[in-house]
């Protein structure tokens, strides 16, 4: 019955954390042990942090969230909305490092 539960938390590690954001700004970033997530919108920054550890298997020292509204645009003379999205800087302890090139 415990590794029924166990699997359980590993899923729910795996909503909370959706993609790497991918950016110059983000690579930029990554030289002051800060990486960049896209999360959930309904995640809080406990969440983040233990999903964080438990996936990649490093000590988070501080998370940020930022909450990015989408953008009215128009295409073909029709307006839409992007989604919102929720992204979190991570910021690991000195010495550590996340390689999200490879797969978890």
Do not use: C
């Not at 438990?54 to 501080?62: D, I, M, P």
């Not at 550590?96 to 797969?103: A, E, F, L, R, V």
Request: proline residues 3%; glycine residues 6%.
């Amino acid at each position: 019955m415990a590794k029924a539960e166990k699997k359980a938390v590993e899923n729910r590690h795996y909503d909370v954390i959706r993609a790497p954001h991918i950016t110059e700004k983000a690579t930029m970033a990554a030289e002051h042990n800060a990486v960049v997530f896209k999360v959930a919108g309904d995640a809080t920054k406990p969440q983040i942090k233990a999903a964080v550890e438990a996936l990649y298997g490093v000590e988070v020292t501080k998370v940020n969230t930022i909450n990015v509204k989408g953008k009215t645009k128009r295409w073909k003379g029709k307006p839409y909305k992007r989604s919102d999205e929720k992204k979190a800087v991570i910021t690991l302890k000195d010495g550590q490092m996340i390689d999200y090139t490879s797969g978890v």
